[in-house]
């Protein structure tokens, strides 16, 4: 397809992930209602690569926090100002233009890069094999602290709900099919629902679980980064839900299981309660100096071994972000972002933040109140239907109708939206969620083809801005965001098939 032939093609409207209708060839971009650039001023600059940069600007505004879209366009602006009597987007001029930042700025550069790299990924013309390789080369300095979280970086910045409920789902799947290992498992999880360090989490021993009553259970953290404070001398409550709890049972439990065998026999309880909840290596030899050898920290996992655990996973789960259509980059840092986040969008002060993160003063979390990131106010039908194939939600399978599904010959197994059936369930273990809302996200679940699924998906919505209208509380609103999502792919996967057989 020649290059007027693939424009013509381009549909030359989108909605912003806020819901606002943008004109693409229109020379400023409105995203919100606080949000709008001058795209136009990049075209005398672009000329042959104006299609191309517009399509990447289109995709930050399509997925990503409006504020971020616009930091992309103003850094895309600057470079091209700066470097505009050079070739631009060519070796020469982006090591040019790297050259012209200083310590305080080099930031622009990384933000620029990532800008490029998605660009790529895209497959729109005008970005060489040379720069590719020339990017991936280059170790940045950070930008300026703070800039992560107020932009809501899809790469670096919290997470999204959307994109922390697909995490969790993902891990307790694989830990289910065995593709994630307790430990792994356990890791993950302290991290999305605790938000702490991973020196905090390494540190920790069985003795730190504790439960003072039935239905409340609290982790006891080592405290961190504070001044002549020695290892394990401090310590934070942080109060968890029962779910975590019993996980991190298993993982006692199979951490005295193996110490006792080492020790070829029981272990003293005395002794057990000092084992570390996440060992570095079951095959130390345990003697009668256990005691002495568990008072210090050579047992405990390290440090880069929690991080190294979170990269595997993210590797793993490979759960793809509705911002950017890439697998989820995963480090303990974001997490913490996105409980800080999640803290400031639901009106809590900076005290109260800082206790959360174990911080002991609040000069570094003014980051999260200073500038609260947005969160989607309104999503309608148009907006879940455009973001629904980069989140991938739906982890079902599509069937033609109800004798193509496993289960099929089982009235028990079918679907119900309260008026008509949708869709049948494969699995045929006992499942207490609550049907079909829980269904579409649920990886059994086998959608059909002529389901009313856009009436669920109407309800759905009807919901959120209900709960949005009544009470202002966009954080419960946003719940379902994720489930939106999914029947919002089956939607268009039905659309699909039934294009398909049409034109078959």
Not at 10 to 38: C, M, Q, T
Not at 68 to 96: G, K, P, T, W
Not at 104 to 122: D, H, P
Request: include cysteine; hydrophobic fraction near 40%; proline fraction near 4%.
């Amino acid at each position: 397809m020649n290059k007027h032939a693939l424009q013509a093609a381009v549909v030359d409207r989108f909605y912003s992930r806020e819901g606002y209708l943008v004109h693409f060839n229109s020379e400023r971009w409105e995203l919100s209602k606080d949000i709008a650039f001058p795209v136009g001023s990049l075209s005398k600059y672009l000329l042959g690569r104006d299609y191309s940069v517009r399509r990447v600007l289109e995709f930050y505004s399509r997925t990503g926090a409006p504020s971020h879209a616009r930091n992309i366009f103003n850094r895309i602006l600057h470079y091209c100002e700066q470097m505009q009597d050079s070739e631009l987007f060519s070796v020469a001029s982006l090591i040019s233009y790297r050259s012209s930042l200083n310590k305080k700025t080099e930031w622009y550069m990384g933000v620029l890069r990532g800008a490029i790299r998605q660009w790529s990924r895209l497959g729109y013309p005008g970005i060489s094999d040379e720069v590719m390789a020339l990017l991936d080369k280059w170790v940045l300095k950070g930008n300026e602290k703070g800039f992560a979280v107020q932009s809501m970086c899809p790469e670096d910045g919290p997470l999204t709900d959307i994109e922390l409920q697909g995490v969790i789902a993902a891990v307790i799947d694989a830990f289910t099919e065995k593709r994630l290992s307790m430990e792994e498992t356990c890791l993950s999880m302290i991290l999305a629902m605790t938000g702490r360090r991973p020196g905090q989490i390494a540190a920790l021993k069985i003795k730190d679980l504790i439960s003072t009553e039935p239905g409340a259970y609290w982790i006891s953290f080592p405290r961190a980064k504070q001044r002549n404070t020695p290892w394990r001398s401090a310590f934070n409550r942080f109060a968890i839900v029962e779910d975590l709890w019993l996980l991190l049972q298993q993982q006692a439990e199979a951490v005295k299981k193996v110490f006792s065998e080492q020790a070829g026999r029981p272990l003293p309880k005395k002794v057990q309660d000092e084992l570390p909840l996440f060992p570095v290596s079951h095959s130390l030899e345990v003697d009668s100096d256990v005691e002495a050898l568990l008072g210090s920290d050579r047992l405990h996992i390290p440090t880069s071994g929690v991080y190294g655990a979170t990269v595997r996973v993210a590797k793993t789960i490979a759960v793809i972000s509705e911002r950017t259509g890439a697998p989820i980059a995963l480090n303990p840092n974001r997490f913490r972002y996105t409980l800080g986040t999640n803290l400031a969008r639901e009106g809590r002060g900076e005290l109260v933040i800082a206790e959360a993160l174990d911080h002991s003063d609040t000069q570094n979390v003014g980051v999260y109140v200073r500038n609260i990131p947005e969160i989607v106010e309104r999503i309608d039908k148009a907006v879940a239907l455009q973001l629904a194939p980069l989140a991938q939600a739906f982890r079902g399978v599509l069937v033609a109708s109800e004798r193509d599904a496993r289960r099929g010959d089982d009235p028990s197994s079918r679907i119900s939206n309260g008026r008509a059936n949708v869709g049948t369930c494969g699995s045929y273990g006992f499942c207490g969620a609550l049907a079909p809302i829980a269904c579409y996200t649920c990886a059994h679940f086998q959608p059909w083809l002529d389901g009313p699924h856009e009436e669920v998906l109407d309800r759905l919505i009807e919901e959120r801005d209900r709960v949005r209208d009544n009470c202002g509380d966009l954080k419960i609103a946003s719940t379902n965001d994720r489930l939106i999502l999914a029947v919002s792919d089956v939607i268009n996967r039905c659309k699909e098939a039934k294009g398909e057989m049409v034109h078959g």
